[in-house]
């Protein structure tokens, strides 16, 4: 009976061995619409434990931080960014791509698209992304955080169906970033109480605005040109220096005859009293005795100074790309010029940024097999439009050319549909080569 007995355990312990692997392969069948974090999780490939981190010195992060040497060694991204110009186009971008319409479609089977309003992701990235945040400021925080320091991060929520229920912002200072064996990634936040959070790749949104050498982070616009900010910061930093002296140059008194120490004393306590008082005669000084005044700095004029500012404001402008009269520098702009550059803003600044959100959105926040079906994109037809008038001269060619029915751009223009808006036109004066060549031989 003992003999009996250990050949029924030894025959079930195999049926187990060999039911395990059976059991794994009939987990990720299943879940093979879920996030490849929980598969990982669930066949022991992933864990949050480390075993390998990013060294504290690691190349790439004096790169990273902008210490590799240069008079513009080290720039504080957010003060950069408090510059005007520089807030200026931060703010034309963000604001600009968190406006237009970002949208879920669904693929249909002609080739076309349609909007799929009932998915969870679609109200995430149209309505409200989270409890506390709308959908406007939610992406206006991720660009502006993607523009200044070069990435951007959100923690995601993931229904029971492997869809994307919720999207939380983070600050990118709180966030460290690890490659793991396997070549994915593991992110360490840091929570407003000081506590430590591990995310798993497929837990995290990471936009990146130019990935650096290493592959993993993106690079910061700011540490890339950060002469250019040093210079921009310095020549702040002078103005408001020569604004708190009410722009009074330093110089010198001279005489003509050497004075004894109590005389010269004396003159330049009564003088700097005179330069330093707040009074509106103030800057009026007599001097007698064959005084004369040397003044020992330049003045702004002079110096180009003004001349030189202006120059650092274009080059922050063509940092991000963006036109200069978009963000206020009027100097060379004309009627047709200003509606151009409005125009170039969209093509060559806000469509390849739409395309980058767009393709990272579309990896993080949509599983393989729903890619199949669904995409993100934004819609920048809007901005493309212009003005009233050209906008309906487009519709007009559309529409006579037989592209257009009255319901699509009715649609375009929020109107309700009308009944019979579904026809196309057909051009009179344009048939098909066969037919043409048909009627002649009749």
């Not at 200072?173 to 407003?192: F, I, K, N, Q």
């Not at 005179?274 to 005795?289: F, Q, R, W, Y």
């Not at 003005?387 to 529409?399: L, N, V």
């Amino acid at each position: 009976m003992a003999g009996l007995r250990r050949d029924r355990d030894s025959g079930a312990l195999a049926r187990k061995r060999i039911a395990l692997p059976a059991l794994r392969r009939t987990c990720a069948q299943a879940l093979g619409a879920f996030p490849m974090t929980w598969l990982s999780r669930i066949l022991g490939r992933e864990r949050r434990a480390s075993e390998t981190r990013i060294q504290s010195d690691d190349p790439f992060i004096a790169e990273w931080f902008g210490l590799n040497g240069g008079s513009g060694a080290h720039v504080d991204p957010q003060r950069a960014s408090g510059l005007a110009t520089a807030g200026a186009c931060i703010a034309v971008i963000s604001q600009a791509l968190a406006a237009v319409p970002l949208n879920v479609y669904r693929r249909a089977g002609n080739g076309g698209r349609e909007r799929a309003t009932e998915h969870p992701l679609f109200a995430v990235l149209h309505d409200a992304p989270n409890g506390v945040m709308t959908a406007f400021e939610a992406r206006e925080m991720l660009i502006a955080s993607l523009l200044i320091s070069g990435n951007a991060y959100a923690v995601l929520d993931w229904n029971a169906r492997g869809q994307v229920t919720a999207l939380h912002p983070i600050d990118p200072g709180r966030v460290a970033v690890e490659r793991l064996e396997s070549g994915r990634l593991r992110y360490r936040v840091t929570d407003r109480n000081g506590r430590l959070r591990i995310y798993l790749q497929d837990e995290i949104l990471h936009l990146r605005y130019r990935l650096a050498r290493d592959g993993v982070m993106g690079l910061s616009p700011i540490q890339l040109a950060r002469e250019t900010f040093n210079l921009a910061l310095t020549q702040q930093e002078t103005a408001s220096g020569l604004a708190a002296k009410g722009n009074r140059p330093s110089g010198a008194l001279v005489f003509p005859n050497a004075m004894g120490g109590e005389k010269k004393d004396a003159a330049l306590d009564k003088l700097r009293a005179k330069i330093e008082a707040n009074t509106v005669t103030s800057n009026v000084m007599v001097l007698d005795g064959g005084a004369e005044w040397k003044s020992f700095s330049m003045t702004a004029k002079d110096a180009e100074f003004l001349e030189s500012r202006k120059l650092t404001n274009l080059d922050i402008c063509r940092i991000w790309g963006v036109p200069p009269t978009v963000v206020g520098i009027l100097d060379h702009g004309t009627y047709s010029n200003v509606e151009m550059e409005s125009r170039a803003l969209v093509v060559r600044c806000l469509a390849p940024m739409a395309r980058r959100l767009e393709q990272a959105m579309n990896v993080a926040l949509l599983p393989t097999g729903s890619r199949r079906a669904f995409f993100v994109e934004h819609d920048l037809a809007g901005l493309l439009r212009g003005d009233m008038k050209a906008r309906y001269e487009s519709y007009r060619i559309g529409r006579e050319w037989g592209w257009l029915s009255p319901n699509e751009i009715r649609g375009w223009e929020n109107l309700p549909e009308i009944d019979g808006g579904d026809e196309y036109l057909s051009p009179l004066n344009m048939t098909p080569l066969d037919e043409r060549n048909a009627g002649v031989e009749d």
